[in-house]
Every structure is written in structure tokens, then in C-alpha cells.
């Protein structure tokens, strides 16, 4: 059974720092897409970034390129998110999923992280 947790959210002021932390366990971790999504309140869920843990290739979505970092760690079966200068629409449940094949319709969620950027 794969298990997503999803940790590191928090509450931060405009323009602060966060590190999100996504450990997986029951899967090949070496071979998977890990992604990172997010909700806020009365939107749809969006699609943040995803990693390949073979050979390391990142997406990033518009919204949040050179802000956001996503990063794995073969060795601990954990991928991160660093979060830079963040901004109050970048308030929402963080949530991270994993599927053997694709960054999109992935099989495997976990439960989700707050994340609250106050101004």
C-alpha cells in the first residue's frame, strides 16, 4: 500500500520561506512521479510541480516558477518543496501524490498540509 505524508506547512508572513516534505513508503521510490497540489478555499485543485525520482525532471507550474523548488531524496524516499517568497494567494491545502507513469491523474494521495501566507 503506498502511504503519501505530507508535512512542513505552516503559518508565514508575505514574502517568508516554507519547506514541504512529502514521504512515501510502499512504492518504488526510485521510479515514481512525485507531485505537489494545492486547494485553496472555493477553487479547483492545482497542479504546483512534479519530480521524477529516476532521473530527476521537474515541472513548474507558471504560478509559482522561481519561487518554488521541488526536490527529491532517494536515500530518505522523500521529496521536498521549497517555498520562497511566498504570497497570500499562495494560501491552500498542500498536497502531495504519487503515480508510476505521470505527473497528472496520479493514483496515490496523501492528506494535506496548511499552508496560510498572511499579508
Known amino acids: 500500500e503506498v502511504q503519501l505524508q505530507a508535512s512542513g506547512g505552516g503559518l508565514v508572513q508575505a514574502g517568508g520561506s516554507l519547506r514541504l516534505s512529502c514521504a512515501a513508503s510502499?512504492?518504488?521510490?526510485?521510479?515514481?512521479?512525485i507531485g505537489w497540489f494545492r486547494q485553496a478555499p472555493g477553487k479547483e485543485r492545482e497542479g504546483v510541480s512534479c519530480i521524477s525520482t529516476s532521473d530527476g525532471e521537474t515541472y513548474v507550474a507558471d504560478s509559482v516558477k522561481g519561487r518554488f523548488t521541488i526536490s527529491r531524496d532517494n536515500t530518505r524516499n522523500t521529496v521536498y518543496l521549497q517555498m520562497n517568497n511566498l504570497k497570500p494567494e499562495d494560501t491552500a491545502v498542500y498536497y502531495c501524490?504519487?503515480?508510476?507513469?505521470?505527473?497528472?491523474?496520479?493514483?496515490?494521495w496523501g492528506k494535506g498540509t496548511q499552508v496560510t501566507v498572511s499579508s
Open positions: 501524490a504519487a503515480d508510476p507513469w505521470y505527473c497528472h491523474d496520479m493514483d496515490d
Open positions: 510502499g512504492l518504488n521510490f526510485d521510479d515514481y512521479k
